[in-house]
Nanobody, 117 residues
């Protein structure tokens, strides 16, 4: 079955960095685009970044553009999100996502990122 397992979250001071990882299994990873979303308390889940199946194309939310980099290693079935210059408003649970079809979308369990002093 499809599994997405996020890791790398934690507490960091403003201005710090974190690298999130998402290990995927149960599908042919290199065939699918991958995305990172986040959900802050009381807010809707929002797209943070996405990357094409081959890693050639990426896209970012305006709120993280210039501070974050999404990347993937198809040999390791893993997608990453490097986040720099973190701000308190980046505090959220970060989720890995893959859409395998129109009605087939999968999420990981999420990893908490807390940015505070």
């Amino acid at each position: 079955q499809v599994q997405l397992v996020e890791s790398g979250g934690g507490w960091v001071q403003p201005g710090g960095s974190l690298r999130l990882s998402c290990a995927a299994s149960g599908f042919t990873f290199s065939n699918y685009a991958m995305s990172w979303y986040r959900q802050a308390p009381g807010k809707e889940r929002e797209l943070v970044a996405g990357i094409s199946s081959a890693g050639v194309s990426t896209r970012y939310a305006d709120s993280v553009k210039g501070r974050s980099t999404i990347a993937r290693d198809n040999a390791k079935n893993t997608v990453y999100l490097q986040m720099n210059s973190l701000k308190p408003e980046d505090t959220a649970v970060y989720y890995c996502n893959v859409r395998l079809g129109v009605l087939s979308r999968f999420w990981g369990q999420g990893t908490q990122v807390t940015v505070s002093s």
